[in-house]
């Protein structure tokens, strides 16, 4: 353990929770997770990776059609090379042709709403400061929503008056004491928990961990049998659906509640609104078709007896259903959740200790009981200028807006139309890894006059953008941050490790000098006479200040930043038995839910008014375009479930991807069935196609997975060879999913299933060059 007396250990934090850099002042040497954690994170181990890579974007460049004529860029985006140019030169082009355009068109013309997970911390929020800058400049377009759980999170007010998704959940050590069953549909949070939206307090797996040596039945619902099926081993009985037919299997286990009288009338009377209308559906009194288990077996693949067994088990014990979000990041996902709800309310659970649903335990570390905590403020709480967001997309729509412009949509029960986007700017986001049919993006990204991007890398993002500016690592800056984004379990500083790499600049500190081109005041406008330091101090004392009315005592901001340690907060013995919807459950009136009705909605007379032919008023199961059900001979499922070693595209370029490439690419799991009958062994170079694109993969044989289904991770980088008729030599996914909404209500992200065919690979071999700026 001894470390040469040369280096030093510094306390920083990642959305993959606090970790301790070393440094010998230049370099980052090694970096570990700081906290007790039943499972090690493999995300933690490569920071030097993250600070030294060779993908590191390392001067401001410029594209060489874009730089031969600003005003009418030349060139296509994808194909043009790039030339370095100097920090000078680049802000002044930027400045110069956001003036030109914004004068033109408007702030209508600008997108600013740049999503994506960049990096954490409460001040360097790339987006956020992006954001500011454009405000400052007169407003600009924004998103709506997000990729994670676009339909849920837009579908559940109108059912429960609230999102679920991002919500504190009935806490673990209530769920360990009193759940007797306990469901994991879609989700997998022995992958998903490594990471969170602020920093992860890394407790989730602690809990999970805790659930398997609890010898509670578990059950994971997913076509794959997953890292946390694995986990569970024996502990676990794996019920394996074919993808996007959740809906029917939730219908044929609540149908069996009907026919066996399991369900719970007085619940659903009390508790819920419009059970009768959907009753006539389930039943079949309005469509003469009864939605039973033969029914639904028939759909999803699981037989019609295992079917029947779920319903039985499930109101016959303390049942919790812990819904992740894969099932409704695809076509129609919108009913997903709400069937989810419904069948909840049916088995009457909901609000007892352990019972219900939960949509948030395998994301940040829900159930981890919150804190008494004393929390910083933000620079998101200080943003300049209310209103100066112009307009707003859905973010997933964002193809269909640069492709039709003035084009009328709707969302979420409005007409609306599409604005007229001139100029880009992505700041912290790789759109052009999250967002779906990469070749329809590229063909859509030519039209825009300029587009901008902040990055740390050479993401495919990058490579498309007319000007790229380097922005530093979280390693290479200060910052502070609190762990858990329900515990807030601790305050954590996140210091500086090493030095700004090659002309790498803060988002705050090149957005401070472009507010100083916007007028006199700009700068001043900006920082408000602020350095980073100052920022710290002054987000510190807020967290003081709220901690002292709360009894918690913070040492003063020098005594904390000199420390170089986690700060834990105290906990809070109620919230430790908090049981999600227990008041409301108690008495709905006194305590009613922010729905119409003040209940539980499985009939929405909202939803109902909308009249949207793809999202119907109570939960239904819709036939998707593309499933088994309407496949042609030869093609399988294809799903793009989050990988266990990157957080979407970032680390992948990181010495984290030998753990997981197969034939120098990402990994294609398929069954043996399926290699069989395709001619494919383990290892195997193989092409995945089909109208959308194709791509080239390494064949990862495994008896887990559903036949007839493949997965390819998301968050591979794509990296199309114009030489191979365009294939993506990288194996990213999202070359091959289609950019559809889930619905018209949410417009949210529906890239979790596409339709694909298989081969051998035997063509020639473009060796991958995503990585090579
Ligand atoms: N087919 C399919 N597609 C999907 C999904 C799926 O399940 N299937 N999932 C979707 C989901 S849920 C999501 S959330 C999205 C994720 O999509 P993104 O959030 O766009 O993915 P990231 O790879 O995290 O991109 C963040 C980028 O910010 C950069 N960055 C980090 N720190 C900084 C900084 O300080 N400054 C600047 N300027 N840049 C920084 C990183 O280098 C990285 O490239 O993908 C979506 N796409
Ligand atoms: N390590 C790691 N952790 C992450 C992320 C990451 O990229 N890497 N991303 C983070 C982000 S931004 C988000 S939004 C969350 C995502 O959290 P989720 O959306 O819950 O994650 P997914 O992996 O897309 O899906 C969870 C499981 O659903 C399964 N599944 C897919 N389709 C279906 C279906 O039709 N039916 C059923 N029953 N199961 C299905 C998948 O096989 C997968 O095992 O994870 C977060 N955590
Ligand atoms: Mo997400």
Not at 284 to 292: F, H, N, R, S, T
Not at 400 to 411: F, I, K, V
Not at 572 to 584: I, K, L, M, P, Y
Request: proline share 6%.
């Amino acid at each position: 353990m001894a470390h040469a007396s040369s280096t030093r250990q510094i306390l920083t934090a990642a959305h993959w929770g606090p970790v301790q850099v070393e440094t010998d002042g230049e370099r980052v040497l090694t970096s570990r997770g700081v906290l007790d954690t039943a499972l090690p994170n493999s995300l933690q181990t490569v920071v030097a990776d993250q600070v030294h890579s060779p993908a590191r974007i390392r001067y401001p460049m410029a594209r060489k059609g874009f730089l031969a004529s600003p005003e009418a860029p030349l060139g296509e985006r994808g194909k043009d090379e790039y030339v370095r140019i100097s920090w000078e030169q680049a802000l002044d082009l930027i400045d110069k042709q956001h003036r030109r355009i914004r004068t033109a068109y408007g702030p209508g013309a600008i997108f600013a709403g740049s999503y994506g997970w960049r990096s954490i911390g409460v001040l360097h929020k790339s987006s956020t400061l992006l954001q500011r800058y454009m405000a400052l400049a007169g407003g600009y377009v924004g998103h709506l929503g997000d990729y994670s759980t676009g339909a849920a999170q837009v579908i559940m007010p109108y059912v429960l008056g609230s999102n679920e998704v991002y919500q504190q959940q009935t806490s673990w050590p209530v769920v360990l004491e009193h759940s007797e069953v306990v469901v994991l549909w879609s989700a997998n949070p022995l992958n998903t928990l490594k990471i969170a939206w602020n920093a992860s307090d890394e407790q989730g797996l602690n809990y999970i961990a805790a659930l398997r040596d609890s010898g509670k039945t578990v059950i994971c619902i997913d076509p794959m049998r997953s890292e946390t099926v694995e986990f569970f081993g024996e502990q676990a009985r794996w019920v394996a659906p074919r993808p996007g037919t959740d809906v029917a299997l939730m219908l044929g286990i609540a149908h069996t509640l009907v026919v066996n009288r399991w369900l719970d009338s007085d619940f659903l009377a009390r508790c819920t609104e419009g059970y009768p209308q959907f009753a006539d559906y389930l039943t079949g009194l309005d469509d003469g078709q009864p939605k039973d288990a033969r029914w639904a077996a028939a759909i999803c693949g699981v037989p019609q007896a295992q079917i029947c067994q779920l319903a039985e088990l499930f109101s016959q014990r303390r049942t919790l259903l812990m819904g992740g979000w894969g099932m409704q990041r695809q076509q129609y996902g919108e009913q997903r959740h709400w069937m989810l709800v419904t069948l909840a309310a049916m088995l009457g659970q909901i609000g007892l200790p352990g019972g219900g649903f939960g949509f948030s335990y395998h994301f940040a570390n829900g159930g981890n009981p919150t804190r008494r905590a004393a929390v910083p403020a933000s620079m998101q709480n200080t943003l300049p200028g209310a209103g100066r967001v112009v307009d707003s997309i859905p973010v997933a729509r964002i193809v269909e807006a640069l492709e039709n412009p003035g084009g009328h949509y709707r969302h979420n029960g409005e007409d609306k139309t599409f604005p007229d986007i001139r100029f880009i700017w992505w700041a912290g986001g790789n759109n052009f890894t999250h967002h779906q049919d990469t070749n329809r993006l590229i063909r859509a990204w030519q039209k825009p006059e300029l587009v901008v991007i902040s990055e740390c890398y050479w993401t495919p993002a990058a490579k498309h953008a007319d000007i790229v500016l380097p922005a530093t690592t979280s390693y290479e800056r200060n910052d502070l941050t609190m762990t858990g984004d329900y515990s807030h379990q601790h305050l954590v500083p996140m210091k500086q490790v090493v030095a700004p790499q090659y002309e790498a600049r803060n988002d705050f500190d090149v957005f401070a000098d472009l507010s100083a081109r916007l007028s006199d005041d700009g700068r001043l406008r900006f920082t408000q006479g602020k350095d980073e330091m100052a920022w710290l101090a002054e987000f510190y004392q807020v967290a003081r200040q709220r901690g002292a009315e709360k009894g918690v005592v913070l040492a003063d901001f020098a005594t904390f930043w000199a420390a170089n340690q986690l700060t834990e907060m105290p906990q809070q013995e109620e919230n430790n038995r908090f049981v999600r919807f227990a008041d409301f459950r108690a008495d709905p009136r006194a305590n009613p839910l922010k729905t119409p009705s003040g209940k539980i909605e499985i009939y929405s007379a909202r939803i109902a008014g909308f009249g949207e032919p793809d999202c119907p008023p109570h939960p239904a199961w819709i036939a998707p375009d593309a499933w088994w059900g309407n496949r042609e001979p030869g093609q399988l499922q294809l799903l793009s479930a989050h990988p266990a070693h990157r957080l979407h595209g970032q680390l992948h370029y990181s010495r984290l991807r030998e753990l997981y490439q197969v034939a120098g690419r990402e990994p294609v799991t398929l069954h043996p069935d399926d290699a069989a009958r395709y001619g494919i062994a383990p290892g195997d170079l193989v092409r995945v196609w089909n109208a959308c694109g194709q791509v080239l993969a390494g064949a990862l044989v495994s008896d887990g997975i559903r036949p007839g289904v493949i997965c390819i991770h998301e968050g591979a980088w794509p990296d199309l060879a114009p030489e191979a008729g365009g294939i993506c030599r990288q194996g990213a996914v999202n070359v091959l999913t289609r950019d559809i909404p889930t619905s018209r209500l949410g417009n949210g992200c529906a890239g979790g299933m596409a339709l694909v065919w298989i081969e051998k690979y035997s063509g020639p071999q473009p060796a991958p060059a995503a990585f090579i700026p």
